[in-house]
């Protein structure tokens, strides 16, 4: 007689609807974190994620009630649960307010009705968790573990039904007065998702009322089958919020989302699975169960992120189905992109390779930018090339250059060297030969250059590839420039993006006024007129991206740093004030503090001195002097945006009075006033 296979049905049905439970905490709470680090400032996301809150709660004591062993425990998670469970109600309101108010359909009562709901939330919260009028003692029968109903428990039943039905209205509301297909198909999105949180929270008050035991199997079947429904249903849902408060451009919200769920819950999930699949025996191929499960779950973090890479092109192509060649040439772009490190690294390494070719202990090389040359890379004695750089008359040097080059045999002789100041110097040349990019420069060997033809050959390919490099950097530069005079009306074409046409919509006349934060606006400053003559902080600055920085790089030759420093300056020379410059005189202050301090760039002490002041009454000074560089400045770009400034503060509560005393001269006597008092 064959032996027939038993098969423990309540046992097989337990353990997947553990695994999925699993899967789907993973999920939310992955979701949850997500839409708190890139949505938080939207009200849709903090609807949803009060929601998911409320969920993610309600599963993770589905995860761990199945491994309780005493009824006390179960008792205590079983009621913490409720801290989800009561919450949901409240979420759903709040959700769905939110996405009405999205369409301009906006209402006081619904908002108090938002507020109050959150209250009868807490409360039947701390009713469920210590007293048994909602909830008491139930069953501990593992895998069916709950509480019995108490005498408000059908109350709030229907408190939980009729709000969840009251937000479907909300979001049918919410989607009849969309007018964009694209807003349409999204708030469709949500009506449909909209009730996998109650699915997800409503079987256990099935199980709470019901009147008499229920079948095992039958509940685990349903709790299996409506919870491949929530988890689908949460990330539609997700997929949706994630659009609101966005201003970045669909596909990329989409490649983030995409990827952020295939690298955390869909991996995670797996760690998941592959830790309750091992079986619980003492030892596995001859190691320890734990041990086992650390190589199985490493394996599985690995494959899986090496699997998304992999699938990565495939993901793109589905993504970026309308736009594929153009994101294509972007990530190639992003792939070759050539930054000042990688152009320094570069560049040492083939001077390098010249030195170590013609056997020579020291090189360097410098480029162009603004008529000048600065150094870019060395080799060997760094200090000596910095010398023989500031040293050398290298204006004379070029033009050396440039007429031996016009006059050499041939349209472009790489060949072409001089030796000056012991050194030999090759220009270089972009492809086109009519314009200097910079010079390499190696310690002479000879007086005169003096090189073998396999020298001159190894060199020649060399000096190639530097220019290839050199020139390559300055088209790249100017794609940069083209992007910082375009970010800012990329970032309002973005945020345009966002305004969405609803029923009943005022129609949007003129762009609402940016708010103009003055502290971080005077810190830009501060910080750009600390390296006014060069440095990151110039090169770096928030401020390149100002409109009237931008309309400045055209007289700059397309510099931004110079286009910043010209921009600053005017602000600086609207502080002077007119007729005879007096060093001590009140209305000079603001302007003599910045022109000596960060112009000429003299120190504090010498400063001070100058202008007859302590040096902590120049710091104080100074930070007014940076307020009005900054009201100027804002004041500037509100004009070129063409709008009025003056519903704008032109300083901060702390440096308005002490302007106010700056300029009628009672600044100091306040100061003393104040001391004495202290």
């Not at 539609?236 to 451009?249: L, Q």
């Not at 007014?624 to 400045?633: H, K, Q, S, Y």
């Amino acid at each position: 007689m064959p032996q027939t296979l038993n098969v423990d049905w309540t046992e097989m049905l337990s353990f997947a609807d553990l695994i999925l439970a699993s899967a789907i905490l993973i999920l939310t709470f992955s979701l949850l974190v997500y839409l708190l680090i890139y949505n938080w400032r939207n009200e849709v996301a903090r609807g949803f994620c009060a929601l998911l809150a409320g969920v993610t709660i309600v599963y993770a004591c589905d995860v761990v009630l199945p491994r309780v062993e005493t009824p006390q425990a179960a008792v205590l998670w079983l009621r913490f649960q409720w801290l989800g469970i009561s919450f949901v109600p409240a979420a759903y309101l709040h959700f769905s307010d939110a996405l009405l108010c999205t369409t301009n359909a906006l209402s006081d009562r619904r908002r108090w009705l938002v507020r109050f709901s959150y209250l009868l939330s807490a409360g039947l919260c701390a009713l469920a968790f210590f007293t048994d009028w909602i909830v008491r003692d139930g069953i501990f029968a593992p895998p069916i573990t709950h509480l019995a109903p108490g005498p408000l428990f059908r109350g709030f039943t229907a408190y939980f039904v009729l709000t969840v039905l009251y937000g479907a209205y909300n979001i049918h509301r919410a989607r009849a007065r969309c007018l964009t297909p694209a807003s349409r198909r999204r708030m469709a999105y949500l009506a449909v998702s909209f009730i996998a949180p109650a699915l997800g929270v409503f079987p256990y008050l099935v199980l709470v009322g019901a009147p008499e035991p229920v079948s095992s199997r039958l509940v685990l079947s349903l709790s299996l089958i409506g919870n491949m429904g929530v988890g689908m249903m949460l990330a539609v849902m997700a997929y949706s919020v994630a659009y609101y408060g966005a201003f970045t451009p669909d596909r990329v919200v989409k490649h983030r989302l995409i990827h952020y769920l295939l690298r955390g819950p869909v991996v995670g999930a797996a760690v998941i699975v592959v830790i309750l699949l091992i079986p619980k025996v003492e030892a596995i191929l001859g190691l320890p169960r734990d041990t086992v499960i650390v190589f199985a779950v490493v394996i599985v973090v690995v494959l899986g992120q090496l699997l998304v890479n992999l699938s990565k092109p495939f993901i793109d192509r589905v993504i970026y189905r309308q736009d594929a060649e153009e994101v294509s040439l972007i990530q190639e772009l992003d792939r070759r992109l050539l930054t000042s490190g990688d152009l320094r690294q570069f560049l040492e390494h083939v001077l390098i390779a010249i030195c170590e070719r013609l056997r020579v202990p020291s090189g360097f090389v410098a480029v162009v930018r603004d008529r000048e040359l600065y150094m870019e890379a060395t080799c060997g004695d760094a200090r000596s090339a910095e010398d023989v750089l500031k040293a050398e008359d290298w204006v004379e040097v070029l033009r050396t250059l440039g007429r031996a080059r016009s006059e050499s045999a041939g349209d472009r002789d790489r060949s072409f060297c001089v030796s000056r100041a012991g050194y030999w110097i090759w220009p270089l040349w972009s492809s086109q030969g009519d314009r200097l990019l910079g010079l390499l420069a190696v310690q002479a060997r000879t007086e005169e250059p003096l090189l073998t033809e396999e020298e001159w050959q190894t060199v020649n390919m060399l000096l190639r590839r530097a220019e290839t490099a050199l020139e390559d950097r300055q088209l790249q530069q100017t794609v940069f420039l083209a992007l910082q005079r375009m970010m800012p009306e990329l970032e309002r074409i973005q945020a345009w993006r966002g305004i969405v046409p609803y029923v009943g919509g005022s129609p949007l006349l003129e762009e609402e006024a940016p708010v103009v934060d003055m502290k971080e606006l005077q810190r830009w400053v501060k910080d750009a007129l600390s390296h006014y003559w060069g440095g990151p902080k110039l090169t770096h600055s928030p401020l390149l991206r100002l409109r009237i920085v931008n309309n400045a790089l055209e007289e700059e030759d397309g510099n931004p740093a110079r286009a910043l420093r010209s921009v600053l300056n005017q602000a600086i020379e609207r502080l002077r004030p007119p007729g005879e410059r007096h060093m001590t005189a009140a209305e000079w202050l603001l302007y003599n503090i910045l022109d000596l301090k960060f112009i000429q760039g003299m120190r504090v002490r010498e400063v001070a001195r100058r202008l007859a002041m302590s040096e902590s009454d120049l710091y104080r000074k100074q930070r007014v002097a940076i307020a009005e560089v900054a009201r100027i400045l804002a004041e500037m770009e509100a004009r070129e945006a063409g709008r009025s400034y003056d519903s704008l503060q032109m300083l901060d509560k702390d440096s308005a009075p002490a302007y106010n005393d700056l300029v009628d001269g009672r600044g100091a006597a306040k100061d003393r006033g104040r001391k004495a008092e202290r």
